[in-house]
């Protein structure tokens, strides 16, 4: 057998940051939990969280940090264009502060508080060891002294339904030696983290293009939890993509090695010049700032370049940012690093003409003529950039950096109620289905993922994965 007992009050699928949190909640209730988790270790993309939202917290009251709990359904409510289920973030507000309690009394750990961008909300209680401690030395611990049974290198394949259309069991397959076995239970969390790592989903249920989507994940993302439901007739909803702005193109080299480099952020995070695959300007490119919105932006190219000139490279190296704040030291370094290893992100010319024809923009000579023209008059009057952005293009060489848009997650795919349970086509619930996490975080975003309240993605794991455990222990109770 793959399990202990064929029979368990609950399996959860997929042990990342909500599937334990749903683990643990079981456990509280006394629940018989089995979690499942089809890669060799657990955690998943939650390893690698920095921290989660929380709003009127302990810590917050005890700094002084006057953010109200209105204040954020209102930010969310205007950012998601009401879009998003404001029922389902009036809870996840209200509970957050007691979400931050629940998880130190499991065994995790705080350190301090930060936001993002250039107008984040101090939201973000940061974990201490991010999200590998959090779930290894707190969540994980919690429910094994618990006995909540977990399994790895298992697979679900399929939800079974008894006649009534409601949960009866799921069957796990192993990926070693293809053992199957049904599991009976009146209750199944889906909590399989989304779907970053499959460009057929992301292609399907976004209007990113996947080609130019740049991973940055634990690569086991492939919208598992999404298809078991389909296959029930579970509504097929739309996602989003959380986005991190721009990210260096190489798909040779894997995401995570460009992030937070000199290379990469300097064409990417200072407001400097976008040109698209026509070698036009698309966008204010402050907008940056904000990951979320400039990820969107750079979603409707085909292309995307930061162009460059050398008097630009020479002051980032010796003086700080203008959105970052931060000084590049090692950008000339990893610069001539990358020529040396003919990085395909990054181009090189003389003379912006040379510069266009290597990277097959014809346009891209008017733009900059246009762009100094509006430094010069210290306006920016085509897109309404901050004159203190605007920089001309002068100083050979020229450099062109390549970038697609990074991401940190791909959110969605299901519909839910509020209690996180799975409803079907025609909007009904299909009983005793629930999602969490990433596979149903679309009730809270819009089309874009909102770094003013920082950390609600991850804070959202919680809540979600405790509300569905409520939501059954308040249904068994009938």
């Known amino acids: 057998m793959i399990t202990r007992k064929s029979k368990y009050d609950l399996v959860i699928v997929g042990a990342g940051l909500s599937g334990f949190a749903a683990a643990v909640e079981a456990a509280d209730h006394g629940l018989n939990a089995l979690l499942v988790e089809k890669g060799r270790t657990v955690g998943g993309t939650g390893n690698y969280v920095e921290g989660m939202f929380a709003v009127e917290s302990d810590y917050q009251k005890q ?18 264009h009401h879009t998003a289920d404001m029922r389902v973030w009036r809870d996840y507000v209200d509970k957050s502060a007691g979400n931050i309690r629940w998880m130190q009394k499991h065994g995790v750990k705080f350190g301090s508080m930060r936001n993002l ?22 969540l994980q611990k919690a429910a094994e002294s618990k006995n909540i049974e977990i399994v790895t290198s298992t697979k679900a394949t399929e939800l079974r339904l008894n006649d009534n259309g409601e949960i009866q069991g799921i069957v796990l397959e192993t990926y070693s030696d293809n053992e199957r076995q049904f599991i009976q239970a009146p209750y199944v969390i889906l909590a399989t983290g989304g779907f970053l790592n499959s460009p057929t989903l992301i292609d399907r249920l976004t209007d990113y293009d996947s080609r130019r989507v740049t991973p940055m ?12 439901a389909w296959s029930i007739g579970a509504y097929k909803a739309k996602g989003f993509i959380m986005s991190f702005g721009g990210s260096l193109k190489d798909d040779h080299t894997p995401a995570y090695e460009f992030r937070g480099t000199d290379i990469n952020n300097a064409p990417t995070r200072e407001g400097l010049l976008w040109v698209n695959q026509l070698g036009d300007r698309f966008a204010n490119e402050d907008v940056s700032a904000n990951w979320g919105v400039g990820g969107r932006s750079l979603a409707r190219q085909a292309k995307t370049f930061g162009i460059l000139d050398q008097s630009q490279i020479d002051y980032l190296s010796e003086n700080c940012g203008p959105i970052t704040g931060k000084k590049y030291a090692e950008l000339k370094i990893q610069i001539k690093n990358a020529l040396t290893n003919n990085a395909p992100f990054l181009t090189v010319a003389k003379t912006i003409p040379e510069l266009a024809q290597k990277i097959k923009t014809p346009n891209l000579q008017a733009t900059i003529q246009r762009y100094n023209s509006l430094c010069e008059n210290e306006k920016d009057t085509d897109l309404g950039k901050d004159a203190k952005f605007l920089v001309p293009l002068k100083h050979s060489p020229y450099y062109a950096f390549e970038f697609g848009d990074g991401a940190f997650c791909a959110a969605g795919g299901l519909r839910v109620d509020p209690q996180n349970c799975v409803l079907s086509d025609d909007g009904q619930k299909i009983r005793g289905l629930y999602a969490v996490g990433n596979d149903a975080a679309n009730v809270i975003t819009g089309d874009s993922y909102d770094v003013i309240v920082s950390g609600a993605e991850a804070g959202y794991c919680i809540y979600s994965g405790r509300n569905a455990v409520q939501a059954i222990e308040t249904e068994t109770n009938r």
């Open 217 to 228: 994940n634990s690569g086991k993302n492939t919208g598992d939890g999404l298809k078991l």
């Open 63 to 80: 700094h002084g940090i006057n953010i109200t709990k209105k204040q954020i359904l209102k930010i969310e409510q205007d950012f998601t």
């Open 117 to 138: 961008g250039t107008k984040g909300l101090s939201v973000w209680h940061i974990f201490e060891g991010h999200g590998f401690a959090a779930i290894h030395d707190g």
